[in-house]
Protein backbone atom coordinates (compact mmCIF):
# COMPACT_ATOMS: atom_id res chain seq x y z
CA UNK A 1 0.00 0.00 0.00
CA UNK A 2 1.58 3.18 -0.97
CA UNK A 3 1.72 5.91 1.90
CA UNK A 4 -0.78 8.25 2.35
CA UNK A 5 -0.06 11.94 0.93
CA UNK A 6 0.57 14.87 2.64
CA UNK A 7 -2.42 16.80 3.81
CA UNK A 8 -2.75 20.43 1.70
CA UNK A 9 -2.40 23.16 4.20
CA UNK A 10 -5.16 25.00 2.33
CA UNK A 11 -8.86 24.13 4.26
CA UNK A 12 -12.26 25.38 4.69
CA UNK A 13 -14.50 26.15 7.73
CA UNK A 14 -18.09 25.95 6.56
CA UNK A 15 -20.59 27.17 9.88
CA UNK A 16 -24.37 25.47 9.10
CA UNK A 17 -26.60 27.30 10.29
CA UNK A 18 -30.79 27.78 10.16
CA UNK A 19 -32.49 30.59 9.77
CA UNK A 20 -32.97 31.75 13.43
CA UNK A 21 -29.09 31.27 13.47
CA UNK A 22 -28.53 27.88 15.63
CA UNK A 23 -25.33 26.59 14.54
CA UNK A 24 -24.58 23.02 14.50
CA UNK A 25 -21.07 21.98 16.20
CA UNK A 26 -19.72 18.14 15.59
CA UNK A 27 -17.39 16.33 17.76
CA UNK A 28 -13.99 15.32 16.71
CA UNK A 29 -13.74 11.63 16.85
CA UNK A 30 -9.93 11.64 17.12
CA UNK A 31 -9.92 14.94 19.96
CA UNK A 32 -11.85 14.31 23.17
CA UNK A 33 -14.77 17.30 23.41
CA UNK A 34 -13.49 19.07 20.22
CA UNK A 35 -16.49 20.61 19.25
CA UNK A 36 -16.06 22.81 15.91
CA UNK A 37 -18.27 23.56 12.47
CA UNK A 38 -17.17 21.32 9.07
CA UNK A 39 -13.56 21.84 7.93
CA UNK A 40 -11.70 20.05 6.11
CA UNK A 41 -8.59 20.32 3.46
CA UNK A 42 -8.39 20.66 -0.71
CA UNK A 43 -7.98 16.95 -1.71
CA UNK A 44 -6.16 18.43 -4.63
CA UNK A 45 -4.49 21.69 -5.38
CA UNK A 46 -6.51 22.75 -8.27
CA UNK A 47 -9.68 21.64 -5.74
CA UNK A 48 -11.59 25.29 -5.30
CA UNK A 49 -12.12 26.55 -1.72
CA UNK A 50 -15.96 25.97 -3.05
CA UNK A 51 -15.86 22.46 -4.21
CA UNK A 52 -13.87 21.72 -1.03
CA UNK A 53 -16.81 23.31 1.39
CA UNK A 54 -19.38 21.39 -0.35
CA UNK A 55 -17.61 17.94 -0.52
CA UNK A 56 -16.68 17.87 3.37
CA UNK A 57 -20.16 19.37 4.22
CA UNK A 58 -21.29 16.00 2.66
CA UNK A 59 -18.65 13.74 3.86
CA UNK A 60 -18.86 15.29 7.49
CA UNK A 61 -22.54 15.69 8.24
CA UNK A 62 -24.54 13.66 4.94
CA UNK A 63 -26.13 17.79 4.24
CA UNK A 64 -25.89 17.46 0.24
CA UNK A 65 -25.48 21.10 -0.97
CA UNK A 66 -24.05 22.71 -4.30
CA UNK A 67 -21.79 25.20 -4.32
CA UNK A 68 -24.43 27.81 -4.97
CA UNK A 69 -25.83 27.17 -1.68
CA UNK A 70 -22.49 28.47 -0.07
CA UNK A 71 -21.91 31.79 0.96
CA UNK A 72 -18.62 32.99 0.51
CA UNK A 73 -17.42 34.93 3.52
CA UNK A 74 -14.42 36.34 1.77
CA UNK A 75 -12.93 35.78 5.01
CA UNK A 76 -9.13 33.29 5.65
CA UNK A 77 -7.80 32.73 9.04
CA UNK A 78 -3.89 31.65 9.07
CA UNK A 79 -3.12 29.56 11.91
CA UNK A 80 -0.35 27.41 13.36
CA UNK A 81 -1.28 23.37 12.76
CA UNK A 82 -2.04 21.68 16.09
CA UNK A 83 1.16 19.87 16.61
CA UNK A 84 -0.63 16.65 17.00
CA UNK A 85 -1.48 16.57 13.46
CA UNK A 86 1.67 18.37 12.10
CA UNK A 87 2.27 14.55 10.74
CA UNK A 88 -0.47 14.90 8.35
CA UNK A 89 1.80 17.50 6.06
CA UNK A 90 4.80 17.75 4.50
CA UNK A 91 7.96 18.43 6.73
CA UNK A 92 8.10 22.10 7.15
CA UNK A 93 4.72 22.95 6.93
CA UNK A 94 3.57 24.53 10.19
CA UNK A 95 0.66 26.93 9.11
CA UNK A 96 -2.66 26.25 7.20
CA UNK A 97 -4.75 28.93 5.37
CA UNK A 98 -8.40 28.32 5.84
CA UNK A 99 -11.39 29.74 3.86
CA UNK A 100 -14.66 30.86 5.40
CA UNK A 101 -18.49 29.88 4.34
CA UNK A 102 -21.69 29.67 5.63
CA UNK A 103 -24.66 27.74 4.69
CA UNK A 104 -27.88 28.01 5.65
CA UNK A 105 -30.34 25.04 6.29
CA UNK A 106 -33.77 24.36 7.20
CA UNK A 107 -34.29 23.80 11.05
CA UNK A 108 -34.57 19.87 11.38
CA UNK A 109 -32.18 19.39 8.68
CA UNK A 110 -31.06 15.30 9.40
CA UNK A 111 -27.31 14.96 9.89
CA UNK A 112 -25.55 11.57 9.49
CA UNK A 113 -22.08 11.57 10.78
CA UNK A 114 -18.83 10.01 9.46
CA UNK A 115 -18.22 7.96 12.73
CA UNK A 116 -14.32 7.82 11.49
CA UNK A 117 -14.29 11.70 11.67
CA UNK A 118 -16.87 12.30 14.21
CA UNK A 119 -18.71 10.67 17.22
CA UNK A 120 -21.26 13.40 18.28
CA UNK A 121 -23.60 16.53 16.94
CA UNK A 122 -25.50 19.12 18.45
CA UNK A 123 -27.01 22.59 17.16
CA UNK A 124 -26.88 25.48 19.36
CA UNK A 125 -27.90 29.34 19.41
CA UNK A 126 -24.72 31.43 18.04
CA UNK A 127 -23.47 32.61 20.90
CA UNK A 128 -23.11 29.37 22.70
CA UNK A 129 -21.93 27.88 20.22
CA UNK A 130 -18.84 30.28 19.57
CA UNK A 131 -18.39 29.19 23.18
CA UNK A 132 -18.21 25.50 23.25
CA UNK A 133 -15.94 25.75 19.93
CA UNK A 134 -12.37 24.20 20.61
CA UNK A 135 -10.55 26.58 17.79
CA UNK A 136 -10.36 30.42 18.55
CA UNK A 137 -11.05 30.92 14.46
CA UNK A 138 -14.10 28.47 14.57
CA UNK A 139 -15.38 30.21 17.21
CA UNK A 140 -14.52 33.95 15.47
CA UNK A 141 -16.02 33.28 12.39
CA UNK A 142 -19.31 32.16 14.40
CA UNK A 143 -19.63 35.18 16.71
CA UNK A 144 -19.23 36.66 13.15
CA UNK A 145 -22.71 34.74 11.33
CA UNK A 146 -25.44 37.35 12.23
CA UNK A 147 -23.68 39.75 9.91
CA UNK A 148 -23.39 37.46 7.03
CA UNK A 149 -27.11 36.69 7.61
CA UNK A 150 -28.33 40.34 8.04
Not at 49 to 54: G, N
Not at 137 to 150: G, R
Request: overall charge negative; proline content about 9%; glycine content about 4%.
Amino acid sequence: MPPKPFKIPESVLVVIHTPALDVLLINRADAENFWQSVTGAKDREDESFLETAAREVAEETGIACGPDSLQDWGLENVYAIYPQWLHRYAPGVVRNTEHVFGLQVPVGTPVRLNPREHTAYQWLPWREAADACFSASNAEAILMLPQFVA
